[in-house]
């Protein structure tokens, strides 16, 4: 079991970065994607959530309006598109996937996102 994430970076405040999470190894389809960030001296907390079957969609209120997740289950990939970026988006983005009904739990390695002038 893969879950591979890329597209983190620096970037200005204001701007945009799009987060790609590939996966490999299990049922993408069977499971509900998530993007979680832990930044420095915090918890890890859920950014934004998609389930498969019905693409029911979650997320936190920090991100709403700035941030949008999508899924490919063709490409067994993830997305979260962050756009307006703001300095308190600097965290470590973790990719998440979870089958509730076998429960099974896997983690992506994560991607360090800054937002810095």
């Known amino acids: 079991v893969q879950l591979v994430e890329s597209g983190g970076g620096l970037v200005q405040p204001g701007g945009s970065l799009r987060l790609v999470c590939a996966a490999s190894?299990?049922?993408?389809?069977?499971?509900?994607m998530s993007w979680y960030r832990q930044a420095p001296g915090k918890e890890r907390e859920l950014v934004a959530s998609i389930t498969s079957a019905d693409s029911k969609i979650n997320y936190a209120d920090s991100v709403k309006g700035r941030f949008t997740i999508f899924r490919d289950n063709a490409k067994a990939t993830v997305y979260l598109q962050m756009n307006s970026l703001k300095p308190e988006d600097t965290a470590v983005y973790y990719c998440?996937?979870?089958?509730?009904?076998?429960?099974?739990?896997?983690w992506g390695q994560g991607t360090q996102v800054t937002v810095s002038s």
């Open positions: 998440n996937g979870r089958n509730y009904i076998i429960n099974r739990d896997y």
């Open positions: 190894g299990f049922t993408f389809r069977s499971y509900v």
